[in-house]
């Protein structure tokens, strides 16, 4: 640091080690997505019940947002990270153990822990925009993001060959992916807690703390200010600004809340439509790995987009970028991985389009005093969202088709287009 604001050498280290974690950590989120629902329907013998792990590792990452966010707030960024990451590697190994003892139960419990990793992955991108400057927040946010994408890609692709290794060693094959997010999960902690110094969010506290200062006292005494940190550190006292804030906050939830739902709904039982129509594991890998490629990899471009025409606009993007994966999925042959693959591809891209925007709408939008506490709270919401279109999808393919899931899904994403457009058009005025 120099003076009262922060050495961008510190930023670039920070989002280094954020990129690092988050390779590995993109491993070990891959393999719920892949061989959750595959898992669940063997051990349950039941379709309708498949997308239960997705409902519970999300539901899982709702508690462990909260808690996250909290360690976070009181303590700083890095311990909260390190230990959401290091809850999601004990998940990964009583996933393991519950296949090994053929135990619903067990499995069940180990998703709900799993799902702490999920949680610590979004919650990181937060982390990113910590010490950048407001209008290079979403171009922060997004290089987190897209560091998820090799291990993303690469997690899926080895559902297969940890399947084999799954095998030596005497276990089912799908318990296999999780043997790699347990050590992925666990090395991304590592990184976290020995590299992440110092601590963005602890900075920007002080840092922000010392501008305040430095504009007061010279400022009373008739001396020029020195330059305060682009950072807002009060919680506005008039009504009316506190407000704007809450609606802000509320817009870039619901944003992020209705593109968390409908992605997690298609999403989790497109591998279980795959084997019910002939496709093996490395179709239904490849297709996930495609899909996750599309949910991190467009983030330099999102942040940018973001950056250069609002976050309202892309916001938009997100819904009607949504709406076309639930139709081309809808409508796409059974026996086509192409297609099927570019549906989940827009799925995955409009999910990247609400996420970066709906953030940048709340990293703008909330007082950096409160900021962790917030952040947290919409977490859990998207958390929540999601476990409910996992334990959803099921039931509506069981009872509907799947053809049913993916064009209900689209039109649902719709219903944030309202919301942005009434919010755009009180901005103009």
Do not use: K
């Not at 899909?291 to 991190?296: D, E, G, L, S």
Request: some cysteine; proline content about 6%.
């Amino acid at each position: 640091m120099t003076g009262t604001t922060v050495d961008p050498a510190v930023q670039r280290h920070v989002l280094r080690v954020l990129v690092v974690s988050q390779v590995l950590s993109g491993a070990g989120l891959a393999a719920g997505i892949t061989v959750g629902a595959l898992l669940a329907e063997d051990m349950l013998g039941s379709t309708g019940l498949a997308g239960l792990p997705s409902a519970l590792f999300t539901a899982g990452s709702a508690c462990a947002a909260i808690a996250v966010s909290r360690i976070s707030a009181a303590r700083g960024r890095r311990p909260g990270l390190a230990a959401g990451y290091a809850t999601g590697a004990v998940g990964s190994v009583g996933v393991i153990t519950a296949a090994a003892l053929d135990s619903p139960a067990l499995l069940f419990a180990a998703l709900f822990v799993y799902g702490a990793g999920t949680a610590t992955n979004l919650q990181a991108r937060y982390a990113g925009a910590d010490l950048a400057a407001p209008g290079h927040r979403a171009r922060a946010v997004s290089t987190v993001l897209v560091a998820t994408t090799l291990g993303g890609v690469l997690g899926p692709n080895l559902a297969a060959p940890t399947g084999d290794l799954a095998h030596v060693l005497d276990l089912p094959r799908l318990a296999g992916p999780f043997l790699l997010a347990g050590l992925a999960y666990a090395a991304a902690a590592l990184v976290l807690a020995t590299r992440l110094r110092p601590d963005p969010l602890l900075l920007a506290r002080a840092t922000a703390a010392t501008a305040t200062t430095a504009t007061a006292v010279p400022a009373a005494a008739g001396v020029p200010a020195e330059t305060p940190v682009e950072v807002p550190v009060e919680v506005p006292a008039d009504p009316a600004a506190a407000a704007r804030i809450r609606n802000r906050v509320l817009l870039g939830a619901q944003v992020m809340v209705v593109t968390q739902l409908v992605m997690v709904a298609v999403m989790t039982m497109t591998p279980v439509h795959m084997r019910d129509h002939g496709h093996g594991t490395a179709a239904s890998g490849l297709v996930i790995a495609l899909h996750v490629a599309a949910m991190y990899l467009p983030s330099p471009l999102t942040g940018r987009l973001v950056d250069r025409h609002g976050p309202l606009a892309v916001g938009a993007a997100a819904g009607l970028t949504l709406l076309a994966a639930g139709l081309v999925a809808a409508l796409a042959p059974a026996d086509s991985v192409a297609l099927l693959a570019l549906a989940l591809v827009l799925l995955g891209l409009g999910w990247n389009f609400g996420l970066v925007s709906g953030t940048a709408i709340i990293t703008d939008a909330a007082p950096l005093a409160t900021r962790a506490r917030t952040q947290g709270s919409v977490d859990v919401a998207i958390a929540v969202s999601g476990a409910a279109g996992g334990l959803a999808s099921g039931t509506v393919v069981d009872l509907a088709g799947y053809s049913v899931l993916a064009l209900g899904g689209g039109l649902l994403a719709l219903v944030i287009l309202p919301a942005l457009a009434t919010t755009a058009t009180r901005t103009r005025r």
